[in-house]
């Protein structure tokens, strides 16, 4: 940390620096601490007789920065140019869309009478009504605005979840919201309509109570193998209402493995498994979707990359982090077994008595490859190290050393800008699994309260979606789509690429520069810029005809009709003139 800012010192502040030398070769008679510390290059045990200097990691560091005298920028570290594959997902996230279900004036069935003289107000008239007639989405004037602002981002996905807890308040299928049911079946045909495809988690939890019906949370929630059933159940539910508009959904949204038992990881699996061979056996060949689970998935970087004990660090909380819950599904049909082997350790080393259930062959049958895609969200990058150096950011259970640094940018919520996280993420996901499609389902980051010019995100998104190409370009990977987070600051305050206040919605910068990516299908060289086929047979007037098929079809009705008028009245007029 202290070279970069001496070389910043001669580049940009103009000192006269001629050389660094760094304290010191090895580890000896530091003053007034004497042999309490140790600050050498070479590490030498002080009670053998031969004195034997072994060299640290650092010697190896220092030995490389000479090398190269000083830190030169790798290629693979900097930015590149090109496009990702035509039909690219180019999405947006929004936790839960905005529901309105408040029915319009043309579904109340009363008769009023304006009282335009005195009160001037409508008189509703006792015992008189109108005729029933069936709800249309149009009744929903809420669908229309967040329709408009995703056309505008020119986004071709639009991720959001659905309220199981609103759906089913009692936790089954003996009170169903049907008005609320209503209203996604029509905000998903609008996102049809106008050429958005929607990708609809079932479950996310968000809340202490998760989002779970009342019911089902009084009972113990996810502890409860109940749940698992329960789940299923509201699964075949969505699949059946919502399945003709919706190819891609997702079970379960970034589960909290932080907040998570053992035991409710566990049937959180298997309902995960369930919901998918539902889909799988009664839906897939009418419906022609696809369906899998989205992990959170935050990269960890070791502190020192020379460290074989930092190293060991990062690749545990790795299998903790996201081999728990990916492990199952993705690959053997079990928990990752060094996750098993550290928790039977921490029980036999210490007071701990972690249960670590297992699977039966049937049920590793039902999990083990309950997917179509690897959906996954990443917002920022760890560093960790094995000795502990602050208490209070040390994790016991783990062992491991939570590290800051200072040199790295961070939002006002204090979360890193780390843009090559996610290139690694996205390698690491290949080596354990193989050449599974993968999304990068939610990528966002906070700004301060009420800034509209939100440099951050927009460095944050470049960078981001550049180090996606790289994953993309450089290393094979089968990266499908890319969604950012979030849709907007009113249903996530500080995260959203639209500004919310005095009920009006303003594009922040970071919108508009997302918009430019999408435009362009990533960076593409000006010389090589190719539109992929089924982008050069489109047109602004093609695209016009087609959102408006119900007017020009009113229109041609309705010049018919004129022309079929215009011609009856002439042919009766000569008939009357004989």
Known sequence: EFIPVLSSAIRYDGVDVFGYTAWSLL?????????????????IDFQSHDKKLMPKSSVLFYQKLIEKNGFPPLPENQPIEGVFPCGFAWGIVDNYIQVDTTPSQFLDPNVYVWDVHQTKQLIKVDGVFTSKRKRHCVDFAAIRLQISLLQEMHVTHFHFSLKWSSILPLGNLSVI???LVHYYQC???ELLRVNITPVVALWQPMTENQELPASLAKDGAWENSETVQAFAEYAKLCFTSLGDHVKIWITINEPSVKNLTYTAGHNLLKAHA???????KEFRR???GKISIALQADWIEPACPFSRKDQEVADRILEFDIGWLAEPIFGNGDYPHLMREWLQQRNSVDLYNFHLPYFSEEEKKLIQGSFDFFALSHYTTTLVGWEKEDALKFDHYLEVQMINDITWLHSPGRAAVVPWGLRKMLKWVKSKYGDVPIYVMANGIDDGQNMVHDKLRVYYIQNYINEALKAYTLDNVNIQGYFVYSFNDKTTPKYGLYSY????YEPKPSM???REIIDNNGFPRPETAVLCPEETVSCPECHFFRTRKSLLAFVAFIFVAFIVTIFLISYYSRRVGR
């Not at 369930?274 to 799988?280: F, G, M, S, T």
Request: overall charge positive.
């Open 27 to 43: 580890d000896g008679f530091e003053w007034h601490r004497g042999y309490s510390i140790r600050r050498g290059l070479f590490y």
């Open 177 to 179: 919201n049907h008005t």
């Open 187 to 189: 905000f998903v045909s």
């Open 274 to 280: 369930k919901a998918w061979h539902i889909y799988n």
């Open 286 to 288: 009418s419906q022609k």
């Open 501 to 504: 206040f005095a009920n009006r």
């Open 512 to 514: 508009k520069h997302y």
